[in-house]
């Protein structure tokens, strides 16, 4: 009863937070976009920047609302599912998450009522002050839900008392070995989303030729912004495998395919594609690349990448080939989506301004209508690379998922979930409806800011 419990609880975690996390990334990142927008705005006075924050705003109001929503239940969890670990992890995780509320979701909320519904009745100033602090609040949650998750991935500043977590020191549990590639990693993770799908709305309607002047603008401001945080996540996302190999041996292996530790002397090399067979320890099938992985894990050619075989059974991640191609698609789309940036950039550059010649490139267009997804494949991937191939733990190498779980009756769980399945296809469905309105108003080019 309590494996068949254990894995209904895990199934249900797995899919509110695969739903859930669809929502802030774009919040962070359309409520940055929307500032520097807003600052244009006061800055240089012209009314484009203005009705680009009026229209952008209001697919955030929907996205904003969607994620509070979707994010409740997965709160409830840790009291009703994951007792056991919110007891062992209570003294930081219960604190950490208690400053995201307090800290980050209070000035978010606090002030998106003013960005909204504040136009014409506060200065310019102070609605681009509230613009700014709905900004900074949604990225300082993804820092304190970041800082959360490193350290259950890279534990530090703790010790285990009575079979309690105590923090000896908070300045080294939060600044954990993971911490910083994982708060970066994420965070330019949804600033590359918010902008791809900016850039894909736009060019969706610079391909069907509507208000091709107004959506020229966002277009372009995007491929500005993307041009350089595409490259720098692939950057960061390469630094943070560095880490992985460090701090959990394991999770590398398991993502590169990756059995038998070479040799001193040696290099490791790089399965390119493989099938692996955790059964056997081995790969089915591999094609591989002599001596890349090595270079790849720890930036020397002779650098030592342990392998599964020398890792007890117990203590591997399970569904290996879910772990190996979740993260070459996340890998994969971060690569084409850079490389479309500086494609884009070129072709940009190109056109010299011109917006007859930047319609004429319909393929590109259209390229960029067909990515809007992806960035959010990309970062869902991402997630299962990082939580599945942290198992069999919850806080890594300190406290076991199997002894993590409440004694919830299976059936219980399983009615949450069919419940959590409705909840959020009507969510969706609701989303999308508003959305779709959304985009077939357009711009409303009668909105006029007060002198």
């Not at 490259?231 to 395919?257: C, Y």
Request: hydrophobic fraction near 55%; charge should be neutral; aromatic fraction near 14%.
């Amino acid at each position: 009863m309590h494996e068949a419990s254990l894995m209904l609880s895990r199934a249900q975690f797995a899919l509110t937070a695969i739903f859930h996390i669809l929502w802030p990334i774009l919040t962070i990142s359309l409520s940055a976009f929307i500032l520097l927008m807003e600052a244009l705005w006061v800055r240089r006075g012209e009314i484009i920047y203005y009705h680009h924050v009026r229209y952008w705003s209001k697919l955030l109001i929907l996205n904003f609302a969607v994620g509070v929503v979707s994010g409740i239940p997965m709160e409830f969890q840790f009291g009703t599912n994951w007792a056991p670990f919110s007891t062992f992890t209570g003294q930081f995780v219960g604190n950490i998450l208690g400053f995201e509320g307090a800290m980050a979701f209070m000035l978010e909320a606090g002030f998106i009522g003013v960005m909204l519904w504040g136009w014409n009745k506060v200065p310019r100033g102070v609605h681009l002050f509230a613009t700014a602090m709905v900004a900074l609040g949604s990225t300082i949650s993804a820092f304190w839900i970041m800082v959360t998750n490193s350290w259950m991935q890279t534990p530090a500043g703790i010790a285990v008392q009575d079979g309690k977590v105590v923090v000896t020191s908070y300045f080294d549990a939060i600044f954990n070995p993971g911490m910083g590639f994982g708060v970066g990693h994420m965070w330019l993770a949804s600033l590359e989303t918010g902008l791809c799908v900016v850039a894909g709305i736009s060019a969706w309607h610079l391909f069907r030729q509507r208000h091709p002047e107004f959506f020229a603008k966002s277009f372009k401001m995007a491929l500005m912004m993307l041009v350089v945080v595409a490259p720098l996540q692939v950057l960061i996302g390469d630094a943070s495998g560095g880490e992985v190999f460090e701090h959990q041996p394991a999770k590398g292996a398991a993502i590169e395919g990756h059995w038998v530790t070479n040799a001193p002397g040696t290099a490791a090399p790089w399965s390119l594609l493989a099938w692996p067979d955790q059964k056997e320890q081995r790969n089915d099938w591999s094609i591989e690349v002599p001596g890349v992985l090595s270079v790849l894990a720890t930036h020397d050619i002779h650098g030592k990448v342990t392998g599964m075989r020398d890792i007890p059974l117990a203590d591997q991640p399970p569904a290996l080939p879910l772990l190996y191609y979740a993260f070459r698609v996340m890998a994969g789309v971060g690569f084409a989506l850079a490389l479309l940036a500086v494609w884009t950039a070129f072709g940009l550059r190109k056109a010299r301004g011109r917006l007859s010649a930047l319609l004429a490139q319909r393929k590109l267009l259209l390229a960029w209508v067909l990515c809007i997804p992806l960035p959010y494949l990309a970062v869902e991937c991402g997630w299962i690379v990082r939580e599945v191939g942290r198992q069999p733990w919850t806080v890594y190498g300190l406290l076991r998922t199997s002894a993590s779980a409440s004694a919830v009756a299976p059936d219980a769980v399983m009615s949450s979930i069919a419940m959590f399945i409705v909840f959020y296809i009507v969510l969706l469905t609701t989303f999308f409806i508003f959305a779709r309105k959304w985009q077939r108003n357009g711009p409303q080019f009668e909105e006029i800011p007060h002198a």
